[in-house]
């Protein structure tokens, strides 16, 4: 599988995961627009075209000239200045002064807008306003006032030479009363406010999942330690069913752990694997309620099993089982107790439990001693498989001690919990004491994704024998990635897709 289509699953992983933030960040910003529209007040437009005119007339006994092309150039550059008094404050004035409308000169140029039309001599006006027979009033009266201003210019500034030059402002077409409002335009809103939305939710989930530095996916799990995964398990609540193997046998979490046993039976088919310690890279993975479940699901499979609770400062595997911790390996190991008596029997058959005991000052100490490897030693011998539930590596070295005496680590990684950096450094801790990592499992892994890995073997051999699956995938991929490019350069271009879609929608 190449980097780009490795990349690009990543791509689709973190939309599914945030697809509730993107649904609803679009949905809210999609509402907020209608219910802004909705109170946004009509605005109509009026407009009037004004013809700039230039001609010279006979003074004297000279010969009629009549409209020249230089008097039309002349009139196409007098449309732009003649467009900039229009939008002027003595001409807002004047308007004011004949209609006799309470509004200040600032606030009409606002709502006036005048601009020449390429190549030709015509002017367009247009008027705003949130009355549409004021908007038309003042767009006529503009017009008249605008003519009168010019005319009384042009008499003012008579030439003394033969020939005058006289500028003319006829009204082409007046205004008429606007019968729909150009804004707000819901349509037009919603669509823009949908594009908007979805772009900036979509990358919200991105940053959110760039800030996000824990694990998510046996994937991502695989490339930071170069392990292979064993095995996903579901969420398992905290209570009195916490030993899921016994209480919910045909339940998604108790397969898990059947399909975690199967995978650890390939990997010792030559039988090498008989002491494992389970660990995690920090606290709060699940590694403890992992080791019970785990530690159960191996008796189902007719071995004769020991967990012992090597974590002697935390201890928690007694509250699973429901046993008492009073004598344990801590009584062992300090000599207060024998292995018999420290060794309990759970109501699983074929399950024996050595809890951790009271919790001594120096439990590195007693992980290291002659003691322990003795007690290790016997319990190889009674039982076919002994789980050492060891604590989290990052916070102290008593699992790294126990890799000496054993066969094989598993790590233990919590979805959304374990740091990637936690994970990679446990790796790292572990290599350095040459430890046999066998491989991780992903803790507390939704139940979608549990679905989606059980089933990998098979959706990857129908997709072989199925190239029009294959094909499928990339022509969806090619949409979303298409559909992504095109809403991209829209928003990138919103004032040129507002103008196309005023001219469709109402």
């Known amino acids: 599988m190449s980097e780009e289509t490795v990349e690009f699953q990543q791509y689709l992983k973190v939309l599914n995961k945030y697809k509730h933030l993107i649904m609803l960040g679009t949905l809210i910003c999609l509402v907020t627009a209608i219910v802004a529209t909705s109170y946004m007040p009509p605005v109509y437009e009026a407009s009037l075209q004004l013809l700039v005119s230039q001609k010279q ?3 004297g006994n000279s010969e009629t000239a009549g409209e020249s092309y230089q008097a039309v150039l002349t009139s196409e550059r007098l449309a732009k200045t003649f467009s900039q008094m229009i939008e002027n404050r003595s001409t807002a004035e004047k308007v004011i002064e004949k209609l006799n409308i309470p509004i200040l000169p600032t606030e009409l140029t606002k709502k006036v807008k005048a601009e020449p039309i390429r190549d030709t001599q015509l002017i367009n006006v247009t008027v705003q306003d949130k009355d549409p027979v004021r908007a038309r009033l003042i767009a006529n009266t503009l017009g008249t006032v605008f003519k009168k201003t010019v005319e009384g210019i042009e008499t003012n500034d008579k030439k003394p030479s033969d020939t005058q030059t006289l500028v003319g402002i006829s009204i082409v077409e007046p205004a008429i009363e606007p019968t729909d409002p150009i804004s707000p335009k819901p349509a037009l809103n919603a669509i823009l406010a949908f594009i908007v939305g979805l772009l900036a939710s979509t990358g919200l989930a991105f940053l959110l999942s760039y800030l996000d530095t824990t694990i998510k996916d046996v994937d991502e799990a695989e490339r930071l330690s170069g392990l292979i995964s064993l095995g996903r398990v579901p969420t398992i609540s905290k209570g009195s069913n916490e030993l899921i193997v016994k209480t919910e046998p045909r339940s998604v979490a108790a397969e898990a752990f059947r399909m975690l046993r199967t995978n650890i039976q390939y990997i010792n088919f030559e039988s090498t694997i008989k002491m494992l310690v389970i660990t995690s890279a920090g606290v709060g993975e699940g590694k403890t309620l992992f080791c019970a479940n785990f530690a159960a699901v191996m008796a189902r499979a007719g071995y004769r099993v020991l967990v012992v609770g090597c974590d002697l400062r935390r201890p928690r595997l007694h509250q699973i089982f429901g046993v008492s911790n009073e004598v344990g390996l801590a009584n062992v190991l300090i000599g207060t107790a024998s292995l018999d008596k420290a060794i309990q029997e759970t109501d699983i058959k074929d399950l024996d439990i050595v809890v951790s005991g009271p919790t001594p000052p120096n439990p590195v100490d007693l992980l290291e001693s002659k003691r322990m490897e003795r007690f290790l030693e016997e319990i190889n011998q009674r039982y076919d498989f002994i ?51 066998v491989g991780f499992v992903l803790n507390a892994s939704d139940r979608s994704n549990i679905y989606d890995y059980y089933q990998k073997a098979y959706t990857e051999e129908f997709a072989a024998v199925n190239p029009k699956r294959r094909w499928s995938r990339i022509i969806v991929a090619a949409v979303l990635l298409g559909g992504m490019a095109v809403a991209l350069g829209i928003v990138m271009n919103l004032g040129a897709l507002r103008a196309v879609l005023s001219s469709f929608l109402p």
């Not at 050492?388 to 699992?399: F, G, H, R, V, Y």
């Not at 000496?404 to 919990?417: K, W």
């Open 57 to 59: 007339v006979v003074v």
């Open 387 to 437: 789980i050492l539930d060891s604590p989290p590596i990052s916070t102290i070295t008593d699992a790294l001690v126990l890799v000496a005496y054993t066969d094989g680590v598993l790590l233990v990684a919590r979805h959304g919990v374990t740091k990637r950096q936690a994970f990679t450094d446990a790796k790292a801790a572990l290599d350095k004491v040459s430890a046999k990592v």
